[in-house]
């Protein structure tokens, strides 16, 4: 079992930045990022949840186009804790951002709002 609790949801203006963390928790593992491979994904008011970036237990990368060059993903392994960095924020960015935990089986947060207006 894993908890992540994400944080860092706010209002930005256009060209901004945000970063997000979650933080992850286990009873079982004290290291969860080598286990489990983590991801961002958001979902925007009517339309469906997608991935923003994923990373690996390894540390491979995979960011969605639309995001590629304004965000970065970061993670602290000693701490638990996951990194979103949004820079040169978009109206089209406004979306409940959730951190995801996936092995086995797949863990998810209850999201934080990211809102990106003037």
């Known amino acids: 079992q894993v908890q992540l609790v994400e944080s860092g949801g706010d209002l930005v203006q256009p060209g901004g930045s945000l970063r997000l963390s979650c933080a992850a928790s286990?009873?079982?593992?004290?290291?969860?990022?080598?286990?489990?491979?983590m991801g961002w994904y958001r979902q925007a008011p009517g339309k469906q949840r997608e991935l923003v970036v994923s990373i690996t237990r390894t540390g491979n990368e995979d960011y969605a186009d639309s995001v590629k060059g304004r965000i970065t993903i970061s993670r602290d392994d000693a701490n638990n804790t996951l990194y979103l960095q949004m820079n040169n924020q978009k109206p089209e960015d406004k979306a409940i951002y959730y951190c995801?935990?996936?092995?086995?089986?797949?863990?998810w947060g209850q999201g934080t709002q990211v809102t990106v207006s003037s």
């Open positions: 995801t935990a996936h092995s086995q089986n797949e863990y």
């Open positions: 286990s009873d079982i593992f004290s290291k969860i990022f080598v286990v489990y491979n």
